[in-house]
T-cell receptor, first 112, second 113 residues
Framework: EAQVTQNPRYLITVTGKKLTVTCSQNMNHEYMSWYRQDPGLGLRQIYY???????DKGDVPEGYKVSRKEKRNFPLILESPSPNQTSLYFCASSPGLNSPLHFGNGTRLTVT | GENVEQHPSTLSVQEGDSAVIKCTYSDSASNYFPWYKQELGKRPQLIIDIRSNVGEKKDQRIAVTLNKTAKHFSLHITETQPEDSAVYFCAASPTSGTYKYIFGTGTRLKVLA
C-alpha cells in the first residue's frame, strides 16, 4: 500500500532532550516536507527536500533540523526541544512540484 | 513574505445547501492550487486541485475556480452532506525562487442535519 509512515504517533518529552521523528514513504517521491499544525495557524512548512541531499527552509525552520540521505526517508530532528514546539507534526511527500501532497498520520508532540 | 489568506474561518450550512470557501494568494509565481480536507483527528487529504492554465475544475459536488488576475481561488461544495463536515485548507505552490507550499489557515465547515 502506498503510504507515508511517521513515527511515533504521540511523544511527550522534556525541554532540551533531543528527539527525532521519522518519516518514510514507499512511493519513490522526489519531494518531501514537514509541517506543523497549530490552532488558528493552519499548516506551516518547516523544511522541505526536492531530492536526496537537497533540503531547504520553509517558513518556520528555527529549532528544527532535517536530513535526506535516502530518497524514502526524511527525519525531523529537534536538537533541544522547547515548549513552543508542542504541536501536531505532519510529514508529506509528492512526486514533484505541482503535485498533490500525501500526508502521514501525524505526530503529536508535547514538550514540558 | 508570501501568504495565503483563507475565509471564512468557520462556516455553518444546512444540509443540502452550498458552501463556498475563498482564498487569496500573494505570489503571482504560484501556479498550483490544491484543496485539502481534514476530518477530526486525521491527516489532510487532497479533494481537488487546479493549475493556473485552467479557470475552473469540477468533480461531482466539488468545484474550484481560479482567477489569476485577482490572485484568488474558491472551493464550492454543492448539496452539502453531514460527512462534508471537516476543516478545509487551501494552498498555493510554488512561491518565487523556492519550492514552498503555503497553506491557508483553514475553514471549519459544519453541515447541520
Amino acid at each position: 500500500e502506498a503510504q507515508v509512515t511517521q513515527n511515533p504517533r504521540y511523544l511527550i518529552t522534556v525541554t532540551g532532550k533531543k528527539l527525532t521523528v521519522t518519516c518514510s514513504q514507499n512511493m519513490n517521491h522526489e519531494y518531501m516536507s514537514w509541517y506543523r499544525q497549530d490552532p488558528g495557524l493552519g499548516l506551516r512548512q518547516i523544511y522541505y527536500s526536492m531530492n536526496v541531499e537537497v533540503t531547504d527552509k520553509g517558513d518556520v525552520p528555527e529549532g528544527y533540523k532535517v536530513s535526506r540521505k535516502e530518497k524514502r526517508n526524511f527525519p525531523l530532528i529537534l536538537e533541544s526541544p522547547s515548549p513552543n514546539q508542542t504541536s501536531l507534526y505532519f510529514c508529506a511527500s509528492s512526486p514533484g512540484l505541482n503535485s498533490p501532497l500525501h500526508f502521514g498520520n501525524g505526530t503529536r508532540l508535547t514538550v514540558t | 513574505g508570501e501568504n495565503v489568506e483563507q475565509h471564512p474561518s468557520t462556516l455553518s450550512v444546512q444540509e443540502g445547501d452550498s458552501a463556498v470557501i475563498k482564498c487569496t494568494y500573494s505570489d503571482s509565481a504560484s501556479n498550483y492550487f490544491p484543496w485539502y480536507k481534514q476530518e477530526l483527528g486525521k491527516r489532510p487529504q487532497l479533494i481537488i486541485d487546479i493549475r493556473s492554465n485552467v479557470g475552473e475544475k469540477k468533480d461531482q459536488r466539488i468545484a474550484v475556480t481560479l482567477n489569476k488576475t485577482a490572485k484568488h481561488f474558491s472551493l464550492h461544495i454543492t448539496e452539502t452532506q453531514p460527512e462534508d463536515s471537516a476543516v478545509y485548507f487551501c494552498a498555493a505552490s510554488p512561491t518565487s525562487g523556492t519550492y514552498k507550499y503555503i497553506f491557508g489557515t483553514g475553514t471549519r465547515l459544519k453541515v447541520l442535519a
